[in-house]
């Protein structure tokens, strides 16, 4: 295969809000060995800039760059909400009828994403994600609400996302952090699957390229929401398999096929969900140098577990213990196992993934309710058991007609 990825790292924060912390590019002539997921540059072909590069059809408001400046406070520090090799995401208001700025705690709460004018994202993502997000509405795609393209400012207005990302509530440490229950992790998966499982379906359909944690957001409910769409390609058309283009993602996400030859499929996002879903079911990140050696990428490491219900137990994240049934627990490590499949055609649809997941909620639910049932009758053995020490006679079992 001898595809090489390039090794230039620049190191960032890791956002709350945005979903953007780690990408590359193919080129040649060095290998990962030395990545850490972390942002490599980029280098976008120059692109006209303007405003008649947005699809008429998108419903977006465009604001102009003072109103944006007013309603984030000028672009304050303590208004940042995540960094990234892009620029920042800033938090702010506005009125929800005008969408003209308002005062702090007013209105409308948005996030600003404010690149930076040499921004390894670039006008093109830029422009992608506008075009995109401003073409679809779904539950499970964040709301873009808005765009600001003026003299060399690039903005981007979203809705603001309470909860945050996914990768925050998987991989954050601390006494006071409660971890994200096994009810709420299932709830996640589904509702990222069903994101992916539109653009897969949509009728211009769109391969997501860049399925990852950090672009999986949370609002108050914890419903998930798909965002940053700056990689985004629409899918083959005709008769065509594939689209061939240079391999962008996020290292240890990207399927291996798409690294080997930039053929990108829809099965490429099947296969980064698998990625995503190891990662919710383990509490492990994708990439973690900080493992013992043979630990490091989630993928290998885990393979040889999941379908194993006996040595599943090593995968699956111990603070969640509990909280699971083995058999929901076998039943959705085995759904990853199929989407990180070496061979594509092997793996699941998104379609099938939602389905799958649809019915683990259902089982679940039935394992709550059967649950609650068996611990009410305990609840009444006890009752009983304390009745029969009271009395006597009813201490002595009834003779029964068929044997027990």
């Given at each position: 295969m001898g595809i090489c990825l390039s090794a230039r790292i620049k190191a960032e924060g890791s956002p709350a809000h945005t979903g953007e912390n780690s990408k590359y590019e193919r080129t040649d002539g060095s290998d990962l060995s030395n990545s850490s997921g972390k942002v490599l540059s980029v280098s976008v072909p120059p692109t006209p800039r303007s405003e008649g590069e947005i699809l008429q059809a998108t419903n977006l408001k465009s604001f102009n760059f003072a109103d944006l400046k007013m309603a984030t406070r000028n672009f304050r520090p303590d208004s940042v909400l995540g960094e990234g090799g892009f620029g920042s995401v800033f938090k702010g208001w506005i009125d929800e009828n005008s969408f003209a700025a308002a005062k702090a705690g007013t209105g409308m709460v948005i996030a600003v994403k404010k690149l930076h004018q040499e921004s390894f994202q670039g006008h093109r993502e830029w422009l992608a994600e506008v075009n995109y997000l401003g073409l679809f509405s779904h539950p499970h795609l964040v709301k873009l609400i808005g765009y600001c393209l003026e003299d060399e400012h690039r903005l981007l207005v979203y809705e603001f996302m309470p909860r945050g990302s996914l990768e925050n509530h998987l991989f954050r440490r601390g006494s006071y952090f409660q971890p994200l229950s096994w009810?709420?992790?299932?709830?996640?998966?589904?509702?990222?699957?069903?994101?992916?499982?539109?653009?897969?379906?949509?009728?211009?359909?769109?391969?997501?390229?860049?399925?990852?944690?950090?672009?999986?957001?949370?609002?108050?409910?914890?419903?998930?929401?798909?965002?940053?769409?700056?990689?985004?390609?629409?899918?083959?058309?005709?008769?065509?398999?594939?689209?061939?283009?240079?391999?962008?993602?996020?290292?240890?996400?990207?399927?291996?096929?798409?690294?080997?030859?930039?053929?990108?499929?829809?099965?490429?996002?099947?296969?980064?969900?698998?990625?995503?879903?190891?990662?919710?079911?383990?509490?492990?990140?994708?990439?973690?140098?900080?493992?013992?050696?043979?630990?490091?990428?989630?993928?290998?490491?885990?393979?040889?577990?999941?379908?194993?219900?006996?040595k599943l137990f090593r995968v699956l994240d111990n603070r969640l213990e509990g909280q699971y049934s083995m058999d929901v627990a076998h039943r959705v490590a085995t759904l990853a196992l199929r989407c990180i499949s070496g061979e594509p055609k092997l793996r699941p649809t998104m379609e099938e993934i939602v389905k799958e997941l649809e019915q683990l909620q259902d089982s679940k639910n039935v394992d709550n309710t059967s649950s609650k049932t068996r611990n009410r009758q305990r609840q009444r053995r006890r009752s009983a058991g304390d009745v029969s020490s009271k009395n006597p006679i009813a201490a002595y079992p009834r003779p029964s007609v068929s044997p027990l």
């Open positions: 009810s709420l992790r299932l709830k996640v998966a589904l509702g990222a699957a069903k994101g992916l499982a539109f653009l897969h379906n949509a009728e211009t359909k769109v391969i997501y390229r860049d399925f990852k944690t950090s672009n999986i957001l949370l609002d108050s409910n914890y419903n998930a929401k798909l965002s940053d769409f700056g990689l985004a390609k629409d899918g083959p058309t005709g008769d065509k398999s594939h689209v061939s283009t240079r391999v962008m993602g996020t290292y240890g996400y990207a399927a291996p096929e798409y690294l080997a030859t930039g053929h990108l499929t829809a099965r490429s996002d099947v296969y980064s969900y698998g990625v995503v879903l190891l990662e919710m079911i383990s509490g492990r990140r994708a990439i973690d140098k900080n493992k013992p050696s043979g630990e490091h990428k989630l993928v290998e490491w885990a393979k040889p577990y999941l379908a194993n219900k006996r």
